[in-house]
């Protein structure tokens, strides 16, 4: 399941300068995950962000999650 979800992520060079945006529209993953880390609900998201479904949130999420298991992570938490 985590492969479909993270090919609703992408990254184009010419849409929001190459960073990962869900499903190619001009909503950067980092953002979501702010919003998520900001303690507000997916439903709340959702009804701010429209175009946005559920399993663009869960894939921000996983995108999240694989990107914590490399070991570039180290650097973001020493």
């Given amino acids: 399941m985590s492969q479909n ?3 609703r992520i992408t990254r184009k ?7 990962p945006t869900i499903r190619g529209l ?3 993953v980092d953002t979501m995950l ?3 880390a900001s303690d507000i609900s997916i439903d709340e ?7 946005l479904k559920r399993e663009d949130l869960l894939a ?3 995108y999240a999650a694989q990107l914590s298991r ?6 973001i938490i020493q």
């Fill in 5 to 7: 979800l993270l090919s």
């Fill in 45 to 51: 998201i959702l009804a701010d962000y429209p175009d």
């Fill in 60 to 62: 921000c999420l996983e």
């Fill in 34 to 36: 702010d919003l998520l």
């Fill in 26 to 28: 001009r909503y950067p």
């Fill in 13 to 19: 060079p010419d849409i929001c300068h190459g960073k």
């Fill in 70 to 75: 490399t070991k570039k992570s180290q650097k």
